[in-house]
């Protein structure tokens, strides 16, 4: 790829979209510490650790296991937004050049920020779907939400590479 230590250190403001995603996320951690809680008292001891393509538990853990879903969205957060504070120092298939380098490293940040968001969507889900089918509530699409999420996830990886290919 072509040198880092030779690219323009830029670093664009960050748009409405993007203050926008940041809240959400961070709406949406707080959503998972609040069904950590809420639910913490009314759950068995077992609860459904993993599932299947159906939806359906086909293992079960721990109730302190409940706890993982919100600490791994934090650190999820933290990581992510951490990372895409240095697009400078990613691998681009182009070269950055002081004309395109706001652009690009814009829309970086960008897809980081959206995958941030999705993947933290998916850990609130999971969590959700723990604590219905842990207190036999479950209803909803089960596993479609997840397989939507990571389409989601693919379809922004495919639409950040095709507006960065412009973008040089």
């Keep these: 790829m072509h040198e880092r230590k030779q690219r323009p250190a830029v670093r664009p403001p960050l748009s409405p979209l ?4 940041e809240v959400v996320a961070l709406v949406s951690i707080a959503l998972s510490i609040y069904l950590t809680v809420q639910a913490w008292a009314t759950l068995p001891a077992r609860i459904p650790g993993h599932f299947n393509l159906a939806g ?6 721990n109730k302190s296991d409940l706890l993982y879903y919100p ?5 999820a957060y933290i990581f992510l937004t951490l990372l895409s504070r240095i697009t400078q120092f990613f691998n681009y298939p182009w070269a950055i050049t002081e004309e395109n380098a706001a652009r690009q490293y814009r829309l970086a940040r960008g897809l980081i920020n959206w995958l941030k968001l ?3 969507w998916m850990l609130v889900y999971g969590e959700w779907l723990t604590i219905e089918m ?9 596993a479609l ?3 939507g999420l990571m ?3 693919l379809l922004s990886t495919a639409v950040y590479i095709v507006a960065a290919r412009r973008a040089r």
């Design 18 to 21: 993007e203050i926008g995603i």
């Design 56 to 61: 359906q538990p086909d293992a079960y853990t």
């Design 71 to 75: 600490i791994f969205s934090s650190i």
């Design 118 to 120: 999705l993947l933290i």
């Design 134 to 142: 842990a207190t036999k509530q479950a209803t909803g699409p089960g």
């Design 145 to 147: 939400v997840f397989i």
């Design 151 to 153: 389409l989601c996830m």
